[in-house]
């Protein structure tokens, strides 16, 4: 699971702990990481848990987190891609990619890449995608070789490029999930609505409104975290596949255009996979 140390991540895997999952978890960095070991194990004091180190912002540790994972476990039974930044001003990772669209959408693809095979030999198994609703405001998608660049983009503006690289994670979970047919592998996406935890991190007056809202009981995290465990592990999602999922009541969504595209989501698989160089073994 990435996205784990902080916001509805760390309450999932604490429920997930408490039903007795053996996590492994990708962190930034080891203080982060003991950081969310002891939180997780206040609550779940004989909870399973490893961390492998990855700053999703360097996509070559991501893919080296992923071999390692892929080497160290027999089985993963499943995967939670749930990691995701709002950057209010534009900033460019040092693989040259827009940072929002290499944490959100390049690093869980690359990830998932590197995961594919144990996956698969580890069936009946299950991805999870954290996507969200904002992708219905998402700025235009040109599939191109550069759509992953970076652009120039105000802090009001950043909302549109977070939205393009959600509408991506949707239309990324729903291919996977056609691609992974008859392999006993299900992927599936959510959106987990309004969370105070971690809201707009880089904003100066973020804390203050998360108090407010907390105190108001607006965007009660919780919703967000009880969405994920239930498709991860809930037996009424165990056979569901190419879903995109409601934090009220896991309801389905239908997805923003061109997300309910098959062709358009094929096509981004493939050029996706041909910036990133990658070619999963199974296709």
Not at 133 to 158: I, K, N, W, Y
């Amino acid at each position: 699971m990435t996205g784990a140390t902080s916001g509805i991540g760390r309450l999932a895997a604490t429920e997930m702990a408490g039903r007795g999952a053996h996590l492994v978890l990708i962190a930034r960095s080891e203080v982060n990481a003991e950081a969310t070991r002891e939180a997780i194990r206040g609550v779940a004091p004989q909870a399973q848990i490893d961390f492998h180190l990855a700053d999703l912002t360097r996509l070559e540790t991501v893919a080296a987190a992923g071999r390692t994972i892929a080497a160290r476990y027999d089985r993963i039974d499943v995967l939670i891609n749930n990691a995701g930044i709002h950057a209010f001003a534009p900033r460019t990772t040092i693989d040259g990619y827009d940072e929002m669209m290499a944490v959100n959408y390049l690093a869980p693809w690359l990830l998932t890449s590197a995961l594919r095979e144990t996956l698969i030999r580890s069936a009946p198994s299950r991805i999870v995608t954290t996507a969200s609703e904002a992708s219905r405001h998402h700025a235009m998608v040109e599939l191109t070789g550069d759509m992953f660049a970076p652009t120039q983009f105000s802090g009001l503006g950043s909302s549109r490029i977070y939205g393009r690289t959600k509408l991506l994670d949707i239309m990324f979970s729903l291919e996977l999930a056609r691609q992974l047919e008859g392999t006993g592998v299900t992927a599936n996406c959510l959106d987990p609505g309004f969370n105070v935890t971690g809201l707009g991190r880089e904003l100066r007056f973020a804390p203050i409104l998360e108090r407010i809202l907390t105190k108001l009981r607006i965007g009660d995290p919780r919703r967000g975290a009880d969405i994920i465990v239930r498709l991860a592990q809930d037996a009424e999602f165990r056979a569901v596949s190419g879903g995109y999922f409601s934090v009220k009541g896991a309801r389905p969504l239908k997805p923003a255009s061109p997300a309910d595209d098959p062709d358009v989501r094929w096509a981004l698989w493939a050029i996706t996979k041909d910036v990133l160089g990658v070619i999963p073994s199974c296709m």
